[in-house]
């Protein structure tokens, strides 16, 4: 039985780069499938179960150590990269085969080799088990790793707020305060008013805490934005914003968080 | 109040350690040698042996200079501190005159003012510490003002030297932000292929990315970027991202010819083409069309910059990229340009500066 593989980069000229040194190093090997993301790579893979993988780390969509977790222990994956250091590092410490991109020759035929090792009949099964505790976890830390330099928070970064015939996407930095309007909710930034469909409540949700508060009932405010609070009779306060005119109403029950101030 | 605050002050010990850190030597020289100038010039007219009357014009020198130290690190005082020093001099000299004459006689001032030989010598000792401390303490203060203008001026050269350097270093980080090691290297892959596969398409994409490190280099030197180059040097990047994602990338520039002459900062259209190949394109499994564009508008210059890619991630916060093309775009128009995003539909970002025209009025 003639070897099979699959070759998964976004960039087509890589890809058929890999597949021509492939039929070069390897002649034996047949490429079944390639796959131009995350998804189509698992999807042939499922499609052909292919005894060996190339997978591209940087792909759109499903990134290769998606791909790779939706097929560890069933193949052999080999990961190529381009200039990863933190990758590499993390390949290294888990034994993982892997390519840095552009790739000579030499360092190809070396992977074709330890391949062609695990793939005889002969090789105790036991080598491939003793790479599978390692591969998990370095799939895991490596998967941390790109989810945090993608995303390193969640809270919501930038509103989306029609004006005239354009949505504007204003950064939350901008944002001076936002205040309910009956159906709507009116967001004041340094350039200028908008009305948003977002209520109040899922605003208070979905912004920063620390940096957004909501005073009021209808009323949720930049801290960078205010320059003093007035204290009022009656248990009631304004905020007084920098560098304008226009004051917001503190209502009783969220007084507690400028008593400290 | 006031007067409990300066007793405090007085009473102080940091206040007399400051004075005391103020009594130089040159300055104790000086105040020896007005006393020795003044003991030998009036020698020959005085009854008493020259030692005692040096004696009697050192010290007043030494209270002299002692006033004019005290008053000079007297903070808060109500009249200017170079003013205090002078008026402290001159109260010094002829009071400390009276209080030797006053010590020399017992104490007894009928005997003092009662001799005319006597009344003379605080007349000649007293106006001559007057007349020269008075000299000296201008001339003092002259220097100091000297010695203070000059540190300004080396204040001034250190600060102009820390913002020349934190200008080159902003440059230096223009230019790695942008020649990514990441890019170059996946772009040399490219280029690798064709040029194995003995690809026709090989010459104009190395053509490609020399005019690209060539437009994103010699900017470090170059006054005046234009938008002409700024054209240049995106079209040449999309060419090579094009190369790289045939299928997934397309492009259209359209800016027209008569704008290419407008100042720009350096990497103005990039940083928006490459956020759009970035955070749109690359991202989606589809891809899509990016549009670069520059229109004379009335009274404006609109740039643009609109992909069809992913669209924005509203939990993703702005990129440092567009942050320092804020500052960048502000430190060249001032506040004529503004920099605003919009969302495409059905998904996508436009990028929009628009730089309004200088008014030749104001």
Redesign the interface.
């Known amino acids: 039985m003639t070897p099979t593989a699959l070759v998964a980069d976004?960039?087509?000229?890589?890809r058929?780069?890999l597949i021509?040194h492939l039929a070069h190093a390897w002649p034996e090997l047949t490429v079944v499938a390639e796959a131009?993301?995350g998804?189509e790579a698992v999807e042939l893979f499922e499609a052909h179960e292919p005894q060996v993988v190339f997978l591209d780390v940087h792909m759109?969509?499903m990134t290769g150590i998606e791909a790779a977790r939706c097929m560890a222990h069933r193949t052999r994956i080999v990961f190529v990269t381009?200039?990863?250091q933190y990758a590499v590092q993390a390949f290294e410490q888990g034994a993982i085969d892997y390519l840095v991109?552009?790739f000579d020759e030499t360092r190809l035929a070396d992977t074709v080799q330890r391949l062609r090792e695990r793939l005889e009949p002969a090789a105790p099964t036991k080598a491939a088990d003793a790479l599978g505790a390692p591969l998990e976890m370095v799939l895991d830390r490596l998967a941390a790793e790109v989810r945090q330099r993608?995303?390193?928070?969640?809270?919501?970064?930038?509103?989306?707020a029609s004006v005239g015939t354009?949505?504007?996407?204003i950064?939350v930095?901008q944002v001076i305060y936002l205040r309910s309007d009956e159906k709507y909710t009116l967001v004041v930034w340094e350039?200028g008013e908008a009305l948003i469909r977002k209520t109040i409540r899922e605003l208070a949700d979905e912004l920063d805490p620390q940096r957004y508060v909501q005073i009021h009932r209808s009323v949720i405010v930049n801290l960078a934005r205010v320059s003093h609070v007035a204290r009022g009779l009656n248990e009631t306060a304004d905020v007084h914003l920098s560098g304008r005119t226009e004051t917001l109403p503190v209502s009783r029950s969220y007084l507690h968080l400028f008593r400290q101030m | 109040m006031n007067r409990k605050q300066d007793a405090a002050r007085a009473s102080d010990p940091t206040y007399w350690r400051r004075c005391l850190a103020a009594l130089t030597g040159a300055s104790v020289g000086w105040a020896v040698g007005l006393a020795i100038t003044i003991a030998v010039v009036l020698s020959p007219t005085f009854i008493p042996p020259w030692p005692v009357l040096f004696g009697r014009t050192l010290f007043i020198a030494i209270v002299c200079l002692l006033a004019y130290t005290a008053a000079g690190q007297w903070r808060g005082s109500p009249i200017p501190r170079w003013m205090a020093q002078v008026l402290a001099v001159a109260l010094a000299g002829p009071l400390a005159t009276l209080f030797v004459y006053v010590l020399s006689t017992g104490g007894n001032l009928q005997e003092m003012f009662g001799n005319p030989a006597r009344v003379m010598g605080i007349g000649l000792i007293g106006g001559s510490a007057l007349v020269l401390g008075l000299i000296i303490t201008l001339g003092a203060l002259y220097r100091e003002r000297d010695a203070q203008a000059n540190a300004q001026a080396l204040q001034f050269a250190l600060e102009r030297e820390t913002l020349q350097r934190q200008t080159a270093d902003a440059k230096l980080a223009v230019l790695q932000s942008q020649i990514e090691?990441?890019f170059l290297?996946?772009t040399?892959?490219?280029v690798?292929?064709?040029v194995?596969?003995g690809s026709p398409r090989a010459a104009p994409v190395l053509a490609s990315l020399i005019a690209y490190l060539r437009a994103a280099m010699p900017q470090l030197q170059d006054g005046a970027p234009t938008l002409g180059r700024e054209e240049q040097l995106v079209r040449a990047y999309l060419d090579l991202m094009h190369?790289?994602?045939?299928?997934?990338l397309h492009y259209a520039i359209e800016v027209e010819p008569a704008l290419r002459n407008l100042t720009l900062p350096p990497m103005t259209l990039l940083t928006l083409v490459e956020n759009a190949v970035r955070h749109g394109i690359?991202?989606?499994?589809a891809?899509g069309h990016i549009e670069v564009g520059a229109r004379r508008e009335v009274g404006s210059v609109r740039l643009w910059v609109a992909d069809s890619g992913r669209g924005?991630?509203?939990?993703?916060?702005?990129g440092i990229g567009l942050a320092n093309l804020r500052e960048r775009l502000a430190a060249t128009f001032g506040g004529r340009a503004?920099l605003?995003?919009?969302?495409v539909?059905p998904h996508g970002?436009?990028a929009e500066i628009e730089v309004a025209d200088e008014n030749p009025g104001s």
């Not at chain 1, 993608?150 to 989306?160: T, V």
């Not at chain 1, 354009?166 to 996407?169: A, I, N, S």
């Not at chain 2, 190369?243 to 997934?248: A, F, K, S, W």
Request: proline residues 14%; charged residues 30%.
């Open positions: 976004d960039e087509p000229l890589l058929q780069r021509a131009r993301n998804r759109p969509g381009a200039y990863e991109k552009p993608a995303a390193p928070q969640s809270w919501l970064q930038w509103i989306k354009t949505v504007r996407l950064p930095d350039g | 090691p990441h290297f996946n040399l892959a490219n690798q292929a064709l194995e596969g190369m790289r994602m045939p299928d997934r690359d991202p989606s499994e891809g924005i991630d509203e939990t993703k916060p702005p503004t605003t995003l919009h969302a539909e970002v436009r």
